[in-house]
């Protein structure tokens, strides 16, 4: 399986989609895509930096994190000691890549919007939602996600620990407190809940996958399609879950 997710990840090598986090949720359907803009020089320290980083998360988006530094430094018309200079090692690099696809985008405020009980929860998970997937629902984030996921998975397991203690958790909280569901008797349980919330979450993720890796086509408005992800989660988790703290 890993192979076959590989081969068809590789198929999609021309695939560039610009990221715009603010975008409406909309153009995520409509495969716009960006080129990285061809190097210039005498480029300042910082500006330099920065033009690496961005060429390597399209890099490592079409080519893997097993393609070379040497393959990435021809590709932005560099030499590979000027890489070097901004990037001692592709560990480096690789880490500066995390921290601009997966921990620049996380929006504070998405943990505040799911625990204002001023709001009621169904609109409080539908607006969470449409924000999250303008910043996951990319070619980029995907395709890496995904790599990350066959060969460098600390990546993922840095970014999965995070959204489960920052969102699954207070998602299965509120979900509780807005349903009048008894609290988890122990671990199990809660993980119980978890595992669902992560369900409807995957769900959402999953679009990006049809798209970007299966290059099947998926809705085209994507926010109906959340709504009604949204909405038969909290028609159908609240009874399941009272069922079985009565049944334990």
């Given at each position: 399986m890993v192979s076959l997710t590989v081969h068809m990840i590789n198929k999609l090598g021309k695939t560039r989609a610009a990221i715009e986090p603010r975008k409406a949720l909309d153009s995520i359907t409509n495969g716009s895509v960006a080129e990285v803009?061809?190097?210039r020089r005498r480029l300042a320290p910082e500006d330099r930096e920065d033009q690496i980083v961005q060429a390597a998360i399209t890099f490592?988006?079409?080519?893997?994190?097993d393609a070379s530094t040497r393959d990435l430094a021809k590709e932005l018309g560099v030499t590979q000691p000027l890489l070097y200079r901004y990037f001692p090692t592709k560990e480096a690099l690789v880490d500066r890549v995390y921290d601009e696809v997966?921990?620049?985008r996380w929006n504070p405020e998405w943990?505040?919007?799911l625990a204002d009980r001023s709001v009621p929860l169904s609109d409080r998970l539908k607006r969470y939602f449409h924000d999250y997937a303008r910043y996951v629902l990319r070619s980029e984030?995907?395709?890496i996600f995904i790599y990350a996921g066959l060969s460098r998975a600390g990546i993922n397991q840095k970014y999965l620990t995070r959204l489960r203690e920052r969102h699954f958790l207070v998602i299965a909280r509120e979900l509780r407190h807005a349903c009048d569901i008894p609290d988890p008797p122990d671990a199990a349980a809660e993980d119980e809940e978890v595992e669902l919330v992560w369900a409807m979450h995957?769900?959402?993720f999953y679009l990006g996958v049809r798209k970007w890796?299966?290059?099947q086509p998926i809705p085209k408005n994507l926010e109906e399609q959340i709504d009604l992800r949204v909405d038969t989660f909290l028609l159908g988790v609240p009874p399941v879950l009272k069922a079985r703290r009565v049944a334990r």
């Open positions: 803009a061809a190097p490592f988006a079409r080519h893997g994190f997966f921990a620049r943990e505040e919007w984030w995907v395709r995957s769900s959402v890796i299966y290059q």
